[in-house]
C-alpha cells in the first residue's frame, strides 16, 4: 500500500516480503522516485519459477553465477536448475572421487560446431566451500538450488575419469564435442551404482532442498545391448517381463529406481528428464521435466 503516509508492506511469509521490496524497486525505476497512491495485492501464480545454468559446457565463475542470480531474483524466480556434469566437464569437487575434477574437469580442446578443434584446454571447477556460498546467496534472495547430476548418460567425462565404470573398460576422453555420446555407465556393474551412490552422498551434503535432478536424458542404449554385464542384470531383475519398451529401457528405469530409492533416504526427490518414462518402476516419488 502507497498512501499519504508513506509504504506499507504486509505479506504471509518473509520471501513475501522480499518479493513485495522487489515490486517496489521496480515501482522506483517506473516513476523515477516519485511514488504514486496505489494498492496491490499480489501472489504467485506457479510455485516452481525456474531457471537454468549449464557450467558444463561453458563455465561460469561463481561472480557470474551471482550476477545472474541477483538478476533472477529481479524477475522473482525461485529456483536455480544448475547443471553440473556433462560430456564436455565434471563441475564438483568429489573427496571420494578427486580424478572427477583433476581429470574429468578439463577437456583438451573445445568444438561445438564451430568447425575445428581450437587446441585450448579448457577446464574448471566448483570447489564445496564455493558451491555452498552459492547456495547461501540464492537462500538469502529466496532462490533454491536444485542441482543436476546427469546419469546414466552424459557421462563421458566421468569415464574418462574412471573408465571402468564404463561397459567396453575405455579409454575414453572428456568429450570435445557436441552430441550424444553412445558410451553410458555401465548398469550392470555393482561399482557404477555404487559410484552414483556416492557422488550423490556427497551432492546431498552441499544442496540442502528437496529436489535432485537425475537427467536420465539422451541414453542410447547400443553399449548395453552388447554388455554382458548389463545383460546378466536384465536377467537378474527379470527385466524382460515389463510393459517397457525394451529390457534396456527397462534396466535404466532399474537404475534410475536405485538412485531415487536412495535419495529418498534423505527425504530428497528426484527430477529426472522426459526420456525415463521410457523405462519402468522408476517409482512414485519422481518428478518428470518434459524437454522434448
Known sequence: TIDENGV????????????A???LKQLLMNYRGCLPCLYIYDEPEFYYR????????HFFTVDE???????????????FHFHLSEDQGF????????????????????????????NKPYGAYYTKEELKDIVKYCEERYIEVIPEIDMPGHMVAVLAAYPELG???????VWTIWGVSEDLLCAGNDKAVQFCKD?????VEIFPYEYIHMGGDECPKVRWEACPKCQARIEA??????????????????????????????????IGWDEILDGENIGDNVVIMSWR
Open 8 to 19: 506499507s508492506i504486509e505479506a504471509a511469509d518473509k520471501a513475501g516480503v522480499y518479493y
Open 65 to 79: 553465477i551471482k550476477k545472474m542470480v541477483n538478476a533472477a531474483s529481479l524477475f522473482k524466480f525461485n529456483k
Open 237 to 270: 531383475e527379470h527385466l524382460h517381463n515389463t510393459s517397457a519398451k525394451s529390457p534396456e529401457e527397462a534396466l535404466q528405469g532399474w537404475f534410475m529406481r536405485q538412485m531415487s530409492d536412495h535419495l529418498a533416504t534423505y527425504g530428497k526427490t528426484v
Open 199 to 203: 557422488v550423490l552422498d556427497e551432492i
Open 167 to 173: 561397459c567396453t573398460g575405455g579409454p575414453y576422453d
Open 50 to 57: 525456474g531457471f537454468m545454468i549449464d557450467s558444463c559446457r
Open 91 to 118: 563441475r564438483v569437487e568429489m573427496e571420494s572421487y578427486p580424478l572427477l575434477t583433476s581429470v574429468g574437469s578439463v577437456r583438451p580442446s573445445s568444438n561445438f560446431g564451430r568447425g575445428e578443434n581450437d
Open 21 to 23: 521490496n522487489i515490486t
